[in-house]
C-alpha cells in the first residue's frame, strides 16, 4: 500500500489562522524583521514568502535588504538598531551569509528574546537543556508534522540524516526530548542505509536530491524530507518520493511538506516574542 501523504500547506493554514486570531486580540501588531544580504536567488524568494505570510497574518513586516559587500560592521549596526526598536519582536537574518562576515558573530548580536529563529548559543542552549523558548522554526514544524500523524514519537527509533545547526541538531534534541532513541547520520555514516533501514522515523535535511531510496527505508517508517535543491526548473528533495513511498507509511512531500511549516512556525514564534516582550527584557 502507498505511504498516506503528510499535508504541510493545510497544517500550516490551520496555524496562520490560529496566530491570525490570537495577533487581532493584541493591542501591538507582533513585529518581524528580516534582514537579506546580496542577491542569492532562492534567498529572495524565501524572505519575499516570509513578508507575504506576516502581512497575511496582521503583523508588522520589516525587510532589510543590504548588498552583498557590506561589511560586517554596518550589518551589526543594523541588527543593534533593530534589538531597540520597539515595533519589532522577531528579527531574522537569511542564511546563508556572503564569506566574508562571520555568521556565528552575527547571529550572536541577536537579542535572545528577539531571536525567532532561535538560533543564538543562548536559545541553542536552553533547547539543549530542554528549556525550550524560541526553537528552530523548522524542526519545531517537523515535531508537529510527525504528530499529525497520529503516530506516538516516544520510544521510536528515529534516525536524522544531517547534522545542521539549522535542522539535523535540533531536531534531534527535539525527538529526544519527544522519547525517541536519536541517531544522526552525516556524510561520513557509512553505509546510510545500515542506520536508515532501522528508522521508525527518517528525517533527511542534507539537500541532496534523492539521496534515499525505497531500498533504505525500513518497512512502515514515516518519511520526512527536509531536502530543497533546485534541479532545472523544479525543488527536488532528499528522497526519491516514488520508491519511498511504496514502503513508508506516511511521507511529506517536496514541494509541499517541511516549507510551509517553517514559516508557519516563524509566525508562531513571532507572536510568541511579541506576547513575551516588556516581561523578559
Ligand atoms: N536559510 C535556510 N533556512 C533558514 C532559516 O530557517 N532561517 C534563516 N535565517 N535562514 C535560513
Not at 127 to 138: I, Q, Y
Not at 177 to 198: D, I, N
Amino acid at each position: 500500500m502507498k505511504a498516506k501523504i503528510i499535508d504541510g500547506k493545510m497544517a500550516a493554514e490551520a496555524i496562520r489562522n490560529q496566530v491570525r486570531e490570537k495577533a487581532s486580540s493584541m493591542k501591538v501588531k507582533p513585529g518581524l524583521a528580516v534582514i537579506i544580504v546580496g542577491n542569492d536567488p532562492a534567498s529572495k524568494i524565501y524572505v519575499r514568502k516570509k513578508e507575504q505570510a506576516c502581512r497575511e497574518v496582521g503583523f508588522h513586516s520589516v525587510v532589510v535588504e543590504l548588498p552583498e559587500d557590506v561589511s560586517e560592521l554596518k550589518l551589526l549596526q543594523q541588527i543593534d538598531s533593530l534589538n531597540q526598536d520597539r515595533k519589532i519582536h522577531g528579527i531574522l537574518v537569511q542564511l546563508p551569509l556572503p564569506g566574508h562576515i562571520d555568521e556565528r558573530l552575527v547571529i550572536d548580536a541577536i537579542l535572545p528574546t528577539k531571536d525567532v529563529d532561535g538560533f543564538t548559543p543562548i536559545n541553542m542552549g536552553n533547547l539543549v537543556v530542554g528549556d525550550n523558548r524560541l526553537v528552530p522554526s523548522t524542526p519545531r514544524g517537523i515535531i508537529k508534522l510527525i504528530e499529525s500523524t497520529g503516530i506516538k514519537i516516544s520510544g521510536k527509533h528515529a534516525v536524522v540524516v544531517g547534522r545542521s545547526n539549522i535542522v539535523g541538531k535540533p531536531v534531534s534534541l527535539l525527538l529526544q526530548q519527544h522519547g525517541a532513541t536519536v541517531t544522526m547520520c552525516h556524510s561520513r555514516s557509512s553505509p546510510l542505509e545500515s542506520y536508515t533501514k532501522q528508522a521508525d522515523i527518517l528525517i533527511s535535511a542534507v539537500g541532496k536530491p534523492k539521496l534515499i531510496k525505497g531500498d533504505m527505508v525500513k518497512k512502515g517508517a514515516i518519511v520526512i524530507d527536509v531536502g530543497t535543491t533546485k534541479v532545472g526548473s523544479s525543488i527536488v528533495g532528499d528522497v526519491d518520493f516514488d520508491s519511498a513511498s511504496d514502503v513508508a507509511s506516511f511521507i511529506t512531500p517536496v514541494p509541499g511538506g517541511v516549507g510551509p511549516m517553517t514559516i508557519a512556525c516563524l509566525l508562531e514564534n513571532t507572536l510568541q516574542a511579541a506576547q513575551s516582550f516588556g516581561k523578559n527584557l
